[in-house]
């Protein structure tokens, strides 16, 4: 028994040594190498003929801002046609919609979707078989806020004919509501600015978010449109992508504003299904990511701990009930060993997904080094997201033994549409 848990505990301590290897190198890479950008910066083009579907399901407090800023976009508008995907909502959502649409029937042609199954990637397929003939298609989560010039940014990488699908980033809008949106904002800050910058910067796999995003519609045709059948359609995508020799390019200066969850009990939700969806995606892609002729060394690494990702919160647990077995069974080898090895477990752990000097080095380069008093407190915010995404991955395994169909839960919103306007 001694020997299996301290073999266990190297595994998972070497595990996690490579991912804070991985973060060090991304951190130090944003902090002294220059950030690579592709064409972004156009202005004048022959812009393609483009289609922006806006998922909504029960965003009636949203939706209409995010409509309001896309007509506010210096895109071509003959070349615009915005789809608010009204899917099955019982609330005031297609109300919104088509209040927009009588006001704009040129540009704002929402589609109304009654029945079907639930989720995102089936609403959007959907809402694909019906929309206009296009070149690109946009993609935007209802709560989000386009600035005018975004969508252009998010369209010229793919001008490269390498490039199937581009990402921008995701700034929180709510930043000053609470402890937890601050905490949420350093987050995504280390996500974007640090981790998806770094892999561009790198040469690596950049992901699709499933928002703010532009994608081919010759690409995803090829790769068979979105999976209706997995809860990180985004992350699928990515993986199927890069299976046909399509590259993703983010494009950091194309900042996109969203709404982050303003209690826990959202947060926890949001993040569980998360877990769910990207740990579906990593069984599903493990092994054939390795095989892909299209990836360098390299870059098959980097899909390996990608995938992974949320897998180490629960070999982070794991690692530290380990360490608290050993402690009673008390052999001094194996106890020597278990303090060394969880030391690494703890750093690489926390150097996972918004790692603490990843979050120092993202708000530093946004130079908002105020933010960095908060620092110590998103070990709060570690601590439940550890507990919450291996709950996730429990559940998913449940799912996969008890032949449950997979559920989407929606995030709630705290905006107000209709009390703003008036």
């Known amino acids: ?214 994608i081919k519609v010759h690409a995803l045709e090829a790769v068979g449109g979105f999976r209706e059948d997995v809860l990180a359609e985004d992350t699928d995508l990515t993986f199927r992508m890069l299976e046909k020799g399509w590259r993703v390019q983010y494009v950091n200066t194309a900042e996109c504003y969203e709404e982050v969850p303003e209690t826990w009990e959202v947060r926890v939700r949001q993040l569980q299904r998360w877990a769910k969806g990207h740990n579906q995606v990593m069984f599903r892609y493990l092994f054939s990511s390795l095989y892909n002729r299209h990836l360098n060394i390299m870059q098959k690494m980097d899909a390996l701990m990608l995938l992974g990702c949320y897998a180490i919160a629960p070999l982070t647990l794991v690692g530290w009930g380990i360490v608290l077995f050993t402690w009673y069974i008390q052999p001094v080898w194996i106890l020597q060993l278990s303090i060394t090895a969880m030391t690494l477990v703890m750093f690489g752990g926390f150097g996972n997904l918004a790692a603490f000097y990843q979050m120092a080095v993202a708000v530093r380069l946004d130079g908002h080094g105020r933010r960095l008093r908060l620092l110590p407190l998103s070990l709060a915010g570690y601590l439940v997201s550890a507990v919450t995404i291996s709950r996730g991955g429990v559940n998913l395994i449940l799912d996969k033994l008890l032949e449950r169909e997979v559920r989407w839960d929606k995030t709630v919103r705290f905006r107000h549409y209709n009390k703003e306007r008036e």
């Open 1 to 214: 028994m001694v020997e299996v848990t301290g073999g266990l505990l190297l595994v998972i301590s070497l595990i996690m040594f490579l991912y804070s290897i991985r973060h060090f190198i991304f951190g130090m890479n944003r902090l002294f190498s220059r950030q690579k950008a592709g064409f972004e910066g156009v202005q004048e083009a022959p812009w393609p003929a483009l289609t922006v579907f806006i998922a909504a399901h029960n965003e009636e407090a949203v939706v209409g801002h995010c409509i309001e800023s896309l007509l506010k976009t210096n895109y071509p508008h003959d070349r615009l046609c915005i789809i608010p995907v009204n899917d099955r909502s019982t609330d005031g959502t297609r109300i919104v919609c088509d209040d927009w649409a009588a006001r704009y029937p040129h540009l704002v042609k929402p589609f109304h979707r009654r029945d079907g199954r639930a989720g995102k990637p089936a609403a959007l397929m959907d809402a694909v078989r019906q929309a206009p003939e296009s070149e690109v298609y946009v993609i935007f989560d209802a709560d989000y806020l386009p600035a005018p010039g975004l969508l252009k940014q998010i369209v010229a990488p793919l001008f490269d004919p390498q490039i199937g699908v581009t990402m921008g980033r995701v700034v929180p809008q709510n930043t000053g509501r609470n402890l937890l949106t601050r905490l949420l904002d350093m987050e995504r800050s280390a996500g974007y600015q640090g981790d998806q910058q770094a892999r561009q910067n790198t040469g690596l796999m950049p992901q699709f978010g499933g928002t703010v995003g532009a």
